[in-house]
């Protein structure tokens, strides 16, 4: 469902993601795990073209992101394939003018052109999902990181993507809030959502991946089962980031 | 010293007259010059060199020179282009021009206070970039701008009374006219002042109701909002989860 070759990205001098290639099967759970700086959000973010690639190569549904055929992808044909790839950031970005329901119907209503009537429906029945049926008409800055996050889960549910990114979703909660974002990521990667995670969470990895990947400096370093990765490491450098991270 | 205020309310009908000329001047000039400024900004902050070039050097000779030189600019200069303007059209032309350059850099400082993240998380959903403007960035800049964007209007309504130096018959001049011919300066302008008080404390009266309105956190959902939401209609099928 995802496919990456040899993609690079380098921010003047800095070499950010450096040759990576991999591929997510349709319904596979994958978590990127490494240090911070090791590329990880970068790679998310080339994925649906936040970030322009330097050089490689990005499909998703097999259709080649940020291109249309030999040429570089307009606009319009841009804004299709990000409303195929949900996305939820470290920091939630939810829109702070609109309510719960609001944030959550406005790709709907904006980009597929559904009427709000319809959409809302939609929205209300996502909020419940996420357990948020008491917030719908709540501002963002009323609610806890924990709450924020599970909006911002629903607002990309509701693009009905074909994959869903998370970049570090969880980072920036407090320690008692994870659970509650994590229960939610776990429900939707059971329902069959090919789902590409980077995080600190091994827990959550341990449970929940298919696989797991280790970047470090722009490179994956090491692939594997999450029995294989946290269980029997292969290379140095990712004993040394587990022995930092489990402790 | 001897005040007649009777004077001044004998010509107060006609200060009021001019009074509409003055709203006319400043009204038209501040909505036409908000337009231009809201795509100046837009290509002020462009990645692409030649819309952001043009927009930064037009800001900076606008603003860099007097209104009162762009008045006389506009109304002399024009016969030059073959074009000959009466003095209400120059006006119009050179302070929307001038409002144009000020409310483009507190636009500009408005639309840039919008984090990137929300426009990621825009762009993220499938938006485009008028859509990232339009839904995500032109709500919020709203209430940002609201105080320096009034600040600016109110001295914008005063400065059209250098329309005055063009024979454009506004206040400032009508009063001119009428002291210089009765010798009641003082009882003029005082009344004139207290007339250009009662624009701008309209202005300031308009800053302080737009900044409630657009305080939307402290109020919650209107009922125009939650009716199209259908917030208050119970939910009718629920997807088993």
Request: charge should be positive; aromatic fraction near 8%; glycine fraction near 8%.
């Amino acid at each position: 469902m995802i496919e990456v070759e040899e993609l690079t990205k380098h921010f003047g001098a800095v070499r950010a993601l450096d040759g990576v290639s991999l591929s997510v099967g349709a319904g596979e759970v994958v978590c990127l795990i490494g240090p911070s700086g090791s590329g990880k959000s970068t790679l998310l973010r080339c994925i649906n073209f936040l970030e322009e690639p330097t050089s490689g190569v990005v499909r998703v549904g097999g259709r080649r992101v940020g291109w249309e055929g030999e040429r570089r992808a307009g606009a319009r044909e841009l804004a299709r394939a990000r409303a195929e790839i949900g996305m939820v950031f470290q920091h939630f970005y939810l829109w702070p003018h609109m309510v719960a329901l609001e944030n959550v119907i406005e790709g709907l209503v904006t980009v597929k052109r559904i009427p709000v009537r319809e959409a809302a429906a939609k929205g209300r029945a996502l909020l419940t999902k996420v357990g948020l049926a008491d917030k719908m008409e709540v501002y963002p800055e009323h609610l806890s990181g924990g709450q924020r996050q599970r909006v911002a889960i629903a607002r990309a549910l509701a693009m009905e993507p074909r994959v869903m990114l998370f970049d570090e979703p969880t980072s920036s909660l407090d320690p008692e809030l994870v659970g509650e974002v994590l229960r939610v990521m776990e429900q939707v990667a059971r329902e069959g959502m090919t789902m590409l995670v980077a995080t600190h969470e091994m827990g959550f990895a341990r449970k929940v991946a298919d696989r797991v990947m280790f970047l470090d400096q722009g490179k994956i370093v090491e692939t594997g089962t999450p029995d294989e990765i946290f269980g029997r490491p292969r290379h140095e450098r990712l004993r040394r980031f587990l022995d930092t991270v489990l402790v | 010293m001897h005040l007649d205020f009777g004077v001044a309310w004998k010509y107060l009908p006609i200060l009021l007259q001019a009074s509409l000329m003055t709203i006319a001047l400043f009204a038209l000039s501040q909505v036409l010059g908000t337009i231009a400024a809201f795509f100046l900004a837009l290509a002020r902050m462009s990645p692409r060199g030649w819309l952001r070039r043009p927009a930064m050097a037009y800001i900076w000779v606008v603003r860099g020179t007097p209104l009162l030189l762009h008045l006389f600019f506009v109304y002399y200069a024009a016969p030059a282009f073959g074009l000959t303007l009466d003095a209400f059209p120059a006006a119009i032309i050179a302070m929307s021009a001038s409002a144009a350059a000020y409310n483009a850099e507190i636009i500009r400082a408005g639309l840039q206070a919008v984090h990137r993240g929300q426009l990621e998380a825009a762009y993220a959903v499938g938006m485009r970039y008028d859509q990232v403007i339009r839904r995500i960035v032109v709500p919020q800049a709203l209430r940002i701008v609201i105080p320096p964007y009034m600040g600016n209007a109110i001295s914008h309504c005063k400065n059209s009374s250098l329309a005055s130096v063009i024979t454009v018959p506004e206040l400032m001049l009508t009063a001119q006219m009428i002291y210089s011919s009765t010798y009641r300066a003082i009882e003029i302008l005082t009344v004139t002042g207290g007339i250009y008080l009662v624009l701008t404390s309209c202005l300031s009266a308009l800053q302080m109701y737009l900044e409630r309105a657009t305080a939307y956190e402290q109020r919650g959902l209107g009922g125009a909002r939650r009716r199209r939401l259908r917030l208050d209609t119970p939910l009718p099928s629920m997807p088993a989860s």
